[in-house]
Nanobody, 121 residues
Framework: RFSCRRLGGGLVQPGGSLRLSCAAS????????IGWFRQAPGKEREWVSC????????SYPDSVKGRFTISRDSAKDTVYLQMNSLKPEDTAVYYC??????????????WGKGTQVTVSS
């Protein structure tokens, strides 16, 4: 089982920050590449970030580069997405997903339930 959680409220003002966490109860995240994705109403799902099995290997699309940071806590076997300088266009349901090494973002195997992030004044 996969769970994606917000650490903090789901409604944040533009320019604010929010952190999401991703954990699993049935398998070990450390063995998988982990990705964050989002889907806004009426839009296709969009890739937000990937982190490889090695903590140093992360990637982002231009839309979030410099504002979002993906990281791992090996001790807690948890992956985080720190989102800063949030914009209204970041409003979406956010999902985390797991893939075999090298599979992020186009070969995700397991998906968590999404969590709503709303950026609005």
């Amino acid at each position: 089982r996969f769970s994606c959680r917000r650490l903090g409220g789901g409604l944040v003002q533009p320019g604010g920050s929010l952190r999401l966490s991703c954990a699993a109860s049935k398998f070990t995240l450390a063995y998988y590449a982990i990705g964050w994705f989002r889907q806004a109403p009426g839009k296709e799902r969009e890739w937000v970030s990937c982190i490889g099995v090695s903590e140093g290997s992360s990637s982002y699309p231009d839309s979030v580069k410099g504002r979002f940071t993906i990281s791992r806590d090996s001790a807690k076997d948890t992956v985080y997405l720190q989102m800063n300088s949030l914009k209204p266009e970041d409003t979406a349901v956010y999902y985390c997903a797991a893939a075999i090494p090298g599979g992020c973002p186009h070969g995700m195997d397991y998906w968590g339930k999404g969590t709503q992030v709303t950026v609005s004044s």
